[in-house]
């Protein structure tokens, strides 16, 4: 049995949980927060079957963009203390996903 940890940018949230759903299976979603851009995230916990994690994973894939997005990088110093920052192109989105064993579950 395995325990899927896969943590889903916030616009693809809705997809990845409503598409696993309708393939059957269940997930505890927690809201997260990425420490890189503090942008929101979902935090998705998953347990299943061994022979049912890559069709998980497929699932989660499907409905997890990654897409470009323009971010203000770090404040640079002009003249009279003033600041200013620069947008700069990141990639946003996808899964990170984790993938453990664990030796017991139960729903009580």
Not at 33 to 42: A, P, Q, R, V
Request: hydrophobic residues 40%.
């Amino acid at each position: 049995m395995k325990l899927i940890f896969a943590i889903v940018n916030d616009d693809d949230s809705s997809g990845v949980s409503s598409s696993l759903m309708k393939a059957g299976f269940q997930a505890t979603k927690l809201a997260s927060t990425g420490g890189f851009l503090m942008s929101g995230n979902t935090t998705f916990l998953i347990c299943a079957e061994d022979e049912k994690v890559d069709e998980i994973l497929s699932v989660i894939k499907e409905h997890s963009h990654r897409r470009k997005q323009f971010m203000p990088s770090a404040n640079s110093k002009m003249n009279a203390g003033q600041f200013t920052s620069f947008p700069v192109e990141v990639n946003v989105g996808g899964a990170t996903v984790f993938v453990t064993n664990i030796e017991r579950f139960e729903k009580l």
